[in-house]
């Protein structure tokens, strides 16, 4: 038996790191993430914010039907309409959370919320009522706890306690929180609070001064049982405690740690690239565990030290987290049973047979022109696999690029639209401009492009090109993905799957959109 206490990891991808403008996610690309979520022993997944639109709903009850062995839930502000709508979306859940929330600091009761604090108390208290109606796991989240005022923390939280709330959630929610400070609060308020053992304290942080992380880290020092967080640090305005930092700052300083966690660390980086490839969110090379660099040892005098004692400079190993272990040992030779295992390995499974083959196809390709193929480079190739609503108005038929020094590059295209093949040209002052205007030239979409991002899957001239093209039209937002050992063709097909998104109609609604 462990002498340490069991941290409860609660990811908020799927709702707080979907906040960041321009992440939305369709219910498909939700279900998929949360999937990696699972089988990396996350403990909580928190799926969206039911009462926000139609899609946000249909989301989170799409992920409480398909997972069973983590925690789903639903946020809700404190108000009725909203906790019934979360109580239905996490209906077919194994096991389903309703977190419920309200802001407590004298700044957001008095100019949000336009409320007094007895008020305020008296609504939790209600919410949490109702919430247990519907599931004995209910988490309630005073918002903006680090600007709030303690004896007020103080009366609120025992009265929710004594509601039947079994999380007790202090968001940092504007990142104004410095850690000793942060750490004391949990104390303060644990010690303080009569019936504090009977629920979980949970930390959530915002990253706006960089100090997510060691915020969270410092509340777990101070009694902290659970730590709300997002692969990559994906979230509002500066992001969320990253959960691959928590995880593995844990791990990594047991020594320091009264707690450990669930978490199978050898998907974080599959993980990490599968949230990054649906959102077009790119991960920074220097980012901690899962950037590209963090692990490269540049310098002699490490590379030195590496080959001598390999602790001298590595205080974990690349391979614990999921990176190189993935090499496939399969190439063009290999069948079509090992690569669909392959898959499955990675969460990612068919729906029938003709997708099955679409893919193994794909696999194929790409082993003819690529050497040795990775897990990513399989994630890439379905990353553009189409959810059923998606109808494909416009598929790439050939593509020819003219690049010349002192001329602008020339595109000329034939486009597939709905069956009929329609020729395009056009210049740019890049090759990838040139193919996105003469796209255009025969869409005419009206879309903005929001972002452009390209990314090596794996190491080599040879590996794929991983494009997300970013577009809004109209207040929607859809991310198209594209990969290909042609950075030029990958963009191309970025650009017509987003056109394809928009086309369908295909939602991805930010909660903020809505109104909530
Ligand atoms: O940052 C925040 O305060 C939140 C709450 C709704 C939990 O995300
Ligand atoms: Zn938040």
Known sequence: MSAKDKLVIFDTTLRDGEQSPGASMTRDEKIRIAKMLEKMRVDVIEAGFAIASQ?????????????KDSTVCSLARAVKGDIERAAEAIKPANSGRIHTFIATSPIHMKYKLQMEPPKVLEQAVSAIKLARQFTDDVEFSLEDASRSEFDFMCRII?????????????????GYG??????????????NIPNSDKAIFSTHCHNDLGLAVSNSLSAVMHGARQVECTINGLGERAGNAALEEIVMAIKTRKDLMPVETQIDISHIVPTSRLVSSITGFPVQPNKAIVGANAFAHESGIHQDGILKHRETYEIMRAEDVGWHTNKLVLGKHSGRAAVKARFESLGITFENADALNAAFTKFKDLADKKHEIFDEDLQALVSDAQPHALVESYHLGDMEIVCKTGQNPRAKLVLNVNGADVSAEA??????????????SVVNSGAHLQLYSVNAITEGTDSLGDVTVRLEHSGHIVNGVGADTDIITASAKAYLHALNILSSKIEKHHPQHDGI
């Open 158 to 174: 025992e009265s929710v306690i004594n509601a039947g709330a079994r999380t007790i959630n202090l968001p940092d929610t504007v």
């Open 178 to 191: 410095e850690p000793s400070e942060y750490g004391l609060l949990f104390r303060r308020l644990i010690e």
């Open 55 to 67: 899609g946000d709903f249909e989301s989170v009850r799409a992920v409480a039907e398909v997972i």
């Open 427 to 440: 210049t740019g002052s890049g090759p990838v401009d040139a193919t996105f205007k003469a796209i255009e």
